[in-house]
Nanobody, 124 residues
Framework: VQLQASGGGLVQTGDSLRLSCVAS?????????LGWFRQAPGKEREFVAA????????YQSDSVKGRFTISRDIAKNTVDLQMNSLKPEDTAVYYC?????????????????WGQGTQVTVSS
């Protein structure tokens, strides 16, 4: 599986951005989860959001709940992250990721596939 993320950029506090991740190399079964992690300078990579490829389950971290929305498009094989009301603390490199198996996880060790990352910078 190859994951290609895009959509990052430099924005101001309160702005919105939409990240997109195109997956190629396989057709996902319903038992895949696709999601996003982020890593700020000097910090560990942390879970942001994930959803089942079947579409029935979505999860967000408490820090982004109510501001970020994850979605997927089966026809395009993409998973997007709509980020609203951005804050300076959202500044990080955002990574698209995927895991096989029926259980959702917030642990990066459980994710099998990773994209290259896209930089999001929110100025105050």
């Amino acid at each position: 599986v190859q994951l290609q993320a895009s959509g990052g950029g430099l924005v101001q506090t309160g702005d919105s951005l939409r990240l997109s991740c195109v997956a190629s190399g396989r057709t996902f079964s319903p038992y895949y989860y696709l999601g996003w992690f982020r890593q700020a300078p000097g910090k560990e990579r942390e879970f942001v959001a994930a959803m089942s490829w079947a579409g029935g389950s979505k999860y967000q971290s408490d820090s982004v709940k109510g501001r970020f929305t994850i979605s997927r498009d089966i026809a395009k094989n993409t998973v997007d992250l709509q980020m609203n009301s951005l804050k300076p603390e959202d500044t990080a490199v955002y990574y698209c990721t995927a895991k096989s198996g029926p259980r959702m996880s917030t642990s990066l060790d459980d994710y099998n596939y990773w994209g290259q990352g896209t930089q999001v910078t929110v100025s105050s």
